[in-house]
């Protein structure tokens, strides 16, 4: 089955600094990555996602980049603020297999 | 929101006893999901549904079944709980459907935490 790995498991940045998070994949049939992003407490939510016809997608300060040759995806914030402090999972699944794989998560904080 | 409420939000039982979660979802959502979160493992699937009495098992359904006799509600049960199930349970609606069910967002519930002593 598919298997993803997730790094770092945690990372502290300044208040504006970009973050990066990384995401690799074993199934080269995986052909959707989409990103949670979980507060204290809270439920998963989705932040944004790519299909594996696309390289990059953007929403403001949020980019994800797909390399499928490598079977490697990324998260980018850009201008963090803390807010974006929160624990952020990536995801890999395929048409038709219902068992969408996360990884391990990371704990971002982002410090004032 | 679209509709999904997990029951109960918290529970603390014993070693041996049965466990029934509830999940509950208003706007008929065919594909229904059950997870488990533990620190180091992310989200890992444990049973899902594909509609009325048609479920299956995922990544981690060993000590779990589940039930789904209405669309609406979808229970997942440990028959005789072990302190290796203490964890965080969340259920899961997909928001698309058909054979591309696993491939655009899921929407969680809020999360059932049990604590088994």
């Known amino acids: 089955g598919e298997n993803v790995e997730q790094h770092p498991s945690t990372l502290s940045v300044q208040e504006g600094d970009s973050a990066v998070i990384k995401c690799t994949y074993s199934?080269?049939?995986?052909?959707?990555f989409p990103w949670y992003k979980q507060e204290l407490g809270k439920r998963p939510q989705l932040i944004i996602d790519?299909?594996?016809?696309?390289g990059e997608k953007k929403d403001q300060r949020i980019a994800v980049t797909l390399n499928k040759t490598a079977k490697h995806f990324s998260l980018h914030i850009t201008e963090t603020q803390p807010e974006d402090s929160a624990v952020y999972f990536c995801?890999?699944?395929?048409?038709?297999?219902?068992?969408?794989?996360f990884g391990a998560g990371t704990r971002l904080t982002v410090k004032p | 929101d679209a509709g999904i409420t997990q029951s109960p939000r918290h529970k603390v039982t014993e070693t041996g006893t049965p466990v029934t979660l509830r999940c509950h979802q208003t706007?008929?959502?065919?594909?229904m999901y059950w997870y488990r979160q533990d620190p180091g493992h992310g989200l890992r699937l444990i049973h899902y549904?594909?509609?009325?009495?048609?479920?299956d098992k995922g990544e981690v359904s060993d000590g779990y079944s589940v039930s789904r006799s209405k669309t609406e509600d979808f229970l997942l049960t440990l028959e005789s709980a072990t302190s290796s199930q203490t964890s965080v349970y969340f259920c899961?609606?997909?928001?698309?459907?058909?054979?591309?069910?696993?491939?655009?967002?899921?929407?969680f519930g809020e999360g059932s935490r049990l604590t088994v002593l």
């Open positions: 899961a609606i997909s928001l698309t459907s058909g054979s591309y069910a696993n491939t655009g967002e899921l929407f």
């Open positions: 199934d080269s049939a995986s052909n959707y």
């Open positions: 790519i299909r594996s016809n696309v």
């Open positions: 995801a890999a699944s395929r048409t038709g297999n219902n068992d969408m794989r």
């Open positions: 706007e008929n959502h065919r594909y």
């Open positions: 549904s594909y509609g009325v009495k048609d479920t």
